[in-house]
């Protein structure tokens, strides 16, 4: 199941005009996710090269925000000198981290708030090779994703949104993890899930750069690619398991395939534990509209969640999202009058599929990727950059074929008389 593309809206975002800018300050970690995007091989840049790509992104991408990743960004020696470069130029520092720096270290986290930090989205996930918590589910991770959100909620003031990478193995607790966000949604702002991806080692490929073929070293391949087919349609699919009343409102297709979705986002309201519908297309479109028209770039993140209920009064203006959910939230008062003394939140769910070899063996990426980063003067895709530093430039995947037949056989074969030169 999927949400047809005629009932979300297509995100304007573009190369040199998008939220989103990538900064890849290290590729060094402190633990071990499966399918990591990064080699732990070239260690920390200095801060004239990150100052140098935070300038460049601001120009060529026109940012709102500047999400701060590795490898681990926290373990960076000038951490709190980026966030803080990052902050003084107006743009809204977002740090990707594993939460391992920050486990039990309030004054840390103090101090990154002073630097100017936006906020946080912890990866946490079954598959991680994390200190004391390996082998555990995604049930049992539930107690670490909900220390770290009371920490930067006691701290305050900032935006937190947990991702988690989704595998056929850890498919079916989508539901779980987004009925327990809802309960908690007035310290969790939002969740992230991404399809696991990478290049498939069956055989079916061979890959080559420039023509000439190399072999593949990159951090992000699988033995097979039967953990390849997760995509946001399935996900979106769990997410409705979860609540009814979700709708993914906005979209980034594919660059090579019609049909992909492979940004999807949705932003629900509720009250803790209950929610009662989602942002509509036309809300959606008022919100990037008017925030561009206001301050000249488009918008990915919010800090606070908090939502006043005359905000509901906006429904004649977007009939299937807060229309629907304004409804929705009368029939409840009706049955639990109490829950009109409860604060409403919004809390944004995304899914990201990328990318993805076609059977041809094209590569379907994000169509106006939002998370493309600085590589040699030049923007590249922030989930290949390892290609472009090993190999000098993208992988390509060219199908093994099994049996390759002479064209002079196959014209034979159809009764053609071939010319004297070529018999």
Same mark, same amino acid.
């Given at each position: 199941m999927? &949400?047809?593309k005629?009932?979300?809206?297509r995100?304007?975002?573009s190369?040199? #005009?998008n +939220?989103?800018?990538?900064?890849?300050? !290290?590729d060094k970690c402190?633990?071990?996710?499966r399918?990591? @995007?990064r /080699?732990?091989?070239?260690?920390?840049k200095t801060l004239?090269?990150?100052?140098?790509? %935070?300038d460049?992104l601001?120009?060529w991408?026109?940012?709102?925000?500047?999400?701060?990743?590795?490898g681990?960004?926290?373990?960076h020696?000038?951490?709190?000198? %980026?966030?803080?470069?990052i902050?003084?130029?107006?743009?809204?520092? /977002?740090?990707l981290t594993?939460g391992?720096?920050?486990?039990?270290?309030?004054?840390?986290?103090?101090?990154?708030?002073?630097?100017?930090?936006?906020?946080?989205?912890?990866?946490?996930?079954? =598959?991680?090779?994390?200190?004391?918590?390996?082998?555990?589910?995604?049930?049992?991770?539930?107690?670490?994703?909900?220390? @770290?959100?009371?920490m930067?909620? =006691?701290?305050g003031?900032?935006?937190v949104?947990?991702?988690?990478t989704? @595998?056929?193995?850890?498919?079916?607790?989508?539901?779980?993890?987004v009925?327990?966000?809802?309960? *908690?949604?007035?310290? %969790? *702002?939002?969740l992230?899930?991404?399809?696991?991806r990478?290049a498939?080692q069956?055989?079916?490929?061979?890959y080559?750069?420039?023509?000439?073929?190399?072999k593949?070293?990159?951090?992000?391949?699988?033995e097979d #690619?039967h953990e390849?087919?997760?995509?946001?349609?399935?996900?979106y699919e769990?997410i409705? =398991?979860?609540?009814?009343?979700?709708?993914?409102v906005?979209y980034?297709? $594919?660059?090579?395939?019609?049909?992909a979705?492979?940004?999807?986002?949705?932003v629900?309201?509720g009250?803790k534990?209950?929610?009662?519908?989602s942002?509509?297309?036309r809300?959606?479109?008022?919100?990037?509209?008017?925030y561009?028209?206001?301050r $000249?770039s488009?918008?990915? @993140?919010t800090?606070?969640?908090?939502?006043t209920?005359?905000? /509901?009064?906006?429904g004649?203006?977007?009939?299937k999202?807060?229309g629907k959910a *304004?409804?929705?939230y009368?029939?409840?008062i009706?049955?639990n +009058? !109490?829950?009109?003394?409860?604060?409403f939140?919004?809390?944004?769910? $995304?899914? %990201?599929?990328?990318?993805?070899? /076609? #059977? #041809?063996?094209r590569?379907d990426m994000?169509d106006s990727?939002?998370?493309?980063?600085?590589?040699? $003067?030049?923007?590249?895709?922030?989930?290949?950059l390892?290609e472009?530093?090993?190999?000098?430039?993208?992988l390509?995947?060219?199908p093994?074929?099994?049996d390759i037949?002479?064209?002079?056989e196959?014209?034979l074969?159809e009764?053609?008389?071939? &010319?004297?030169?070529?018999?």
């Open positions: 999927r &949400p047809p005629s009932a979300m809206y995100l304007p975002w190369l040199n #005009d +939220p989103i800018g990538w900064l890849e300050v !290290t402190n633990i071990y996710c399918g990591c @995007y /080699l732990n091989r070239y260690g920390h004239d090269e990150i100052k140098n790509e %935070i460049y601001q120009n991408r026109n940012c709102d925000n500047i999400s701060i990743a590795g681990e960004p926290l373990i020696p000038n951490i709190l000198e %980026i966030i803080r470069y902050h003084d130029k107006g743009m809204k520092p /977002l740090v594993n391992v720096k920050l486990w039990d270290n309030k004054p840390f986290l103090q101090e990154l708030k002073k630097a100017g930090v936006f906020g946080f989205t912890f990866h946490i996930d079954s =598959e991680q090779n994390r200190p004391h918590w390996k082998g555990k589910t995604e049930e049992d991770l539930f107690a670490l994703r909900l220390e @770290y959100a009371k930067v909620a =006691e701290v003031g900032m935006h949104s947990f991702g988690s989704i @595998y056929p193995s850890n498919l079916d607790m989508v539901p779980r993890i009925r327990w966000a809802n309960q *908690h949604i007035d310290l %969790i *702002h939002g992230v899930f991404i399809c696991f990478g498939p069956d055989g079916k490929f061979n080559t750069v420039e023509g000439k073929p190399v593949v070293e990159v951090g992000y391949t699988a #690619d390849l087919h997760v995509t946001s349609a399935d996900i769990k409705k =398991e979860a609540n009814p009343n979700y709708e993914a906005a980034l297709g $594919g660059t090579q395939t019609h049909d979705v492979k940004w999807m986002l949705g629900q309201f009250v534990g209950r929610m009662y519908g942002l509509g297309v809300g959606m479109e008022v919100v990037q509209t008017a561009h028209m206001l $000249g488009y918008l990915a @993140y800090k606070g969640n908090k939502l209920k005359a905000a /509901l009064l906006l004649p203006l977007d009939k999202g807060i *304004h409804g929705n009368w029939r409840d009706l049955r +009058p !109490t829950r009109a003394f409860q604060q939140y919004t809390q944004s769910i $995304g899914v %990201i599929q990328a990318p993805d070899i /076609l #059977d #041809d063996g590569q994000c990727c939002p998370d493309m980063t600085f590589w040699n $003067g030049k923007l590249v895709h922030s989930c290949r390892d472009w530093r090993l190999y000098g430039n993208y390509q995947a060219q093994v074929t099994q037949v002479p064209v002079s196959i014209a074969a009764g053609e008389q071939l &010319p004297v030169e070529a018999k």
